[in-house]
Structure formats: structure tokens, C-alpha cells
């Protein structure tokens, strides 16, 4: 099955937040991200941890990275070679998943996560996926599940059941939201499919962990909702203004025709989403044509007040991959040759900025910690 990921479309990163909101008993929170100042001053970075690797593969701009107990786990996002193992320091361990066609490799994956000593990916297998569980320790393949659905994002519950993501190509299934026991069978269905068999799939992260609840967002839609046992419930919702897409858009059967309508009339996504017990994060991307912004919103969960900042990968590449909250840090992977150049510009502290001046051009990414206001 043919799957169009967002940098193939052009769609950036993005994410929730909330700053002039209205509240909806129905539906939770209406953010109206217009109304969130602008703050010029981007955040402190005040640690910085270098990664160290036995090979060149992660050069790129595009990566994906995972956060844990157990360290960093670093792939690049188009054609990964393997996952590769990181310390909490930056030492470089080894690489826990390698693709390729000899036992214990995978053909493919598309998205990784890790559940206690486990590292969890899933290969689309055409009409079902198959979950791959690494031994984080050993860095060996433990077992394999095949299951009944397909999916792009998935989640692994405490129960042993998973939650499945599998967008809105009609052909994938019957239902967008589908949750898997620990056969792989399924056991629940939610979020009815009826958009039209010729669109084809948005393959994205769709499941993101909030302070003690499950998060799930749609590629392109408004609601965030969290998952229950076997329900849904609708917390938040974007109003992304102008460019929010019309209904009438989905009706167009043609999926070029219908990307060509969305670039031309403009379109907004929050594509990542980080809470805890204080903060309440979002990376929200604007398109329309050429024009293309991001956005990093910061909403303090007990002060109630919120900011955002307007960030893009020429003028700051430091911000432009958030990928964990770690109490009042982002945490970012930034591309080593993009901060060389702006070396001087960038607002580090003095430590990390003399941390910083040993990079080469060919050196690893960076993991960089922006510290949040209190």
C-alpha cells in the first residue's frame, strides 16, 4: 500500500496548546491559537549532550528520536539503516534494531516506542501489521506479534492490549481506532471509516503519553481526544482559523487533487503532543502554497497562562525537532552542522555553548534541553 508521510507533502511539524481558550463541557478546551502572544525570545538551552555513533548514518536533518529511563533511541526518519542506542550521556551502545533480511533484522518500520525494558516497533505487512519487540539490554529481537489490523501509530497498554491508528484510506479498515490483545486479535473498534477509498494514507505519530492519560490525534483534524478503556473522550480542540480545512474539501475523490486544494487554500496540524503535571506543550505547522511557520506553544498547566514561539529550520534549527517534555525541559535533536553555523547566535548558556564548539560538520546530532519558565 501506497502511504504519503508529511515530508512528502510539505507538512512540518506540529502540536497543541492553549493559551485564549473556551471551555465546552462536551468537548473540553477550544484553543484559538491566534490569541497566544508571540514571545521574540526563544527558549534557554541549558544542557546539551553530544551523541557519539559508530557510523555516519544519522547526518541527516530528519530524525526520529525516543526518550527513556533507558537513554536515547535515534533512527533517521527516511530509509533508516537501524535504531540506534544512546546513554543518558551520549554514549553511543550499539544498535538495538538493524534493517535488513537476516534473523533478528526487520525489513521496515514505522514507528518505535518503549514499554519497561523493551523496545516495541511495527512493520505494515499490507492488509495487517506485525509488532517487533527488542530486548533493550541484549539488543536482541524477543518475539513478534502478527496482528489481525493494520496501523501506522500504535500504542502498548499496561494490560498487554495495543491501540492501533490506522488513518482515513478506507481500504486500511472499516475503522480508523482499533484496539489488539495480546494475540493480536481485535477486541474493540472505534472512529467508523467513512471517508473515500481513493485517499490515501497519512502515515503519522498519532498516540502521545499527557500526564497520567493517553493522547490521540487525527492527521489534519481539530480534536484531540483521550483514550479511555473502550471510549473516547474529546479534551481539547483547535481552531485554527483561516486555515481550518472545510468539509466539502474531503468530499474530492482524486487524493492529488485533494492535497493541490488543501496547499492552495491552506491547512494546520498539530503533529506532536507533550503534557505532564505542570506543562502542556504543542508543534503546530501552518501551510498554505509556499508559506510554511511553525510553532512551539508552551501552556503553564498551573499558572493557566500560555506562549508561543514562531520557529523554522533556517533561521532556528535548534528548536526545529522537539521530541520529549522532561519536567520543565524540551528536549530537542538538533543537526550538528546547522548549530556550528549559528554558533554565536544561539541562547545557550556559557557552558553549553563551549560544549558546542567542538563540533565538526560530520558530527552526530545533538540533544539540547530548552528550559521552561516556572
Known sequence: MKIIHYLFLGLLIGVFACNSSEKNSNQGETIQLDKIPIQENKLLIEKAILLGSDSLELLGSELRAVFSNHGFFVSNYNGPKAIHHFSLEGEHLGRIVEVGEAPGQVLRFEEFRVKGDTLILNTGKGDHTVLNFFSIPDHSLVKTLETEASAFSF??????SFWFYSGMNKAVGDYRLQKINAEGKVITKLLFNDFNESLLPLAAQSFFEGDDRLLLREPLFPEIYEVMADTLKQVKSF???????????????????LFEQLNKNGFADSYSIFENEDYFLGYVAFQKEKENRKELVVVNRKTGNSEKFQLNRNDFPEYYSPFALDGNHVLFIAYAPALIKRLDQLNVTEEVREQLKVLEEDSNPVILYGRLEE
Open 239 to 257: 481552531d485554527f482559523g483561516s486555515y481550518s480545512i472545510p468539509d466539502e474539501t474531503w468530499e474530492i475523490e482524486d487524493p492529488f487533487e
Open 155 to 160: 500504542y502498548p497498554n499496561e494490560d498487554g
